[in-house]
């Protein structure tokens, strides 16, 4: 006998419970006429099954079987499923006629056909599982070549990077000391003020590499542990602007802000949240000219989504290359002169995929360069 194999895909905001209810309750109301099965996925546990049916929103229904494989996705599935249910009644309808003609054919189909029938849902099933696991291994194949690649390389580059700006740094204090055994004059105060100056950048590099390597390598080894809850983005975004406008002052650029009074709580952890958007906006600040600006925006974009964007007024970026900034460790030409080792970007990438959301750039040479990412409206 065919039956209805049903996935409904959720994650643990409080409304979603509502929506399992109301979902349950309008199947159970139809279960004397058809047989189905429901089953209910939580997208923080299965991630790779929301990869596997390509789920852009939840909640999200799949049905699996019988065949061909459909999605209602949104927050009116009820609706969505008193439209449709009639149609996959009908097919089902079609699907157990057309078993049971082939049934009457011949002693030897029946046996075969029967059999098929039975576990042709049960065949789909395991299938899927199969299909999941085999994409999970896959993922944690590739996982693991990142990891390894990514302490080669961090160790090579501790070798080589830290040396420098260190051994600058050691130069100029112990030059510092020995010129404190002479008279203080002019230009000797010049001197300590230079040498000082240069002894600070050169820390500052040291610390900000430092602080790079640590928080990417744990979150590139490890499983980036996300935290979410109900959160307000404008609040956010204003305190983490506020902390940026000294930073602006030294090369008089300027932050302008466009976030609606109603932009809608997000679902979100705010530490990572907090990390991805200095992230963006420490990038904006560095490439920005002096004199120019940088802004960021939030945009509603629809009921379940809210769009961040970070603009800033630099060199921009080529067609070709944008992609790739994503990528760990690559590096634009233009960076080369630059501290650290370009895995900022992939960062904030993983940040908003284990958010469920999108990151990409708009940007042109000597254009400017407008990085976006999505986050989930909480509800």
Known sequence: MSFLKLLLFVDDRPAHRENIRSIRGYLESLQAENYFE?????????????????????PALVKI?????????????????????????NSLKEAQ?????????SDTV?????????????????????????FRLQQEKEELKEQLNFK?????????????????????????????????????????KQLFKQSRKQFGIMKRMITELLETSRSVSAKLEVRPHKLNLRDLCLEIISQFRKQTTV???????????DTPTVYADEELLRQLLVNLLDNALKYTPEGGEISLSILHRTSQKVQVSVSDTGPGIPP??????????????????????????????????????QI????????????????PVYR
């Open 38 to 58: 429901l089953d209910i996925i939580e997208t923080r546990k299965q991630p790779h099954l929301v990869e596997h049916f390509k789920l852009v929103a939840t």
């Open 65 to 89: 079987a019988p065949s061909p494989k459909q999605t209602l996705a949104g927050s009116n599935l009820v609706a969505q499923l008193e439209e449709w249910w009639p149609r996959w009644k």
């Open 97 to 105: 006629e057309n078993s049971a003609s082939q049934l009457k054919n």
């Open 110 to 134: 029946v046996s075969k056909k029967s059999s098929s029938s039975n576990q042709s849902v049960f065949y789909d099933e395991k299938s899927l599982r199969l299909s999941d696991e085999i």
């Open 152 to 192: 080669d390389q961090i160790l090579a580059m501790l070798a080589h990077d830290l040396r420098s700006p260190l051994t600058a740094a050691s130069l100029a204090m112990e030059t510092l000391e020995l010129s404190e055994s002479y008279e203080a004059s002019e230009q000797k105060r010049k001197l300590r």
């Open 251 to 261: 090369k008089f650029q300027t932050i302008v802000q466009d976030i609606p009074q």
């Open 320 to 357: 070709e290359k944008q992609e790739r900034i994503f990528e760990g460790h690559f590096r634009l030409q233009r960076d080369e002169a630059q501290e650290g080792y370009g895995l900022g970007l992939a960062l904030c990438r993983r940040i908003v995929h284990a958010h469920y959301g």
């Open 360 to 375: 990409w750039v708009d940007s042109s040479p000597n254009s400017g360069s407008s990085f976006h990412f999505t986050l």
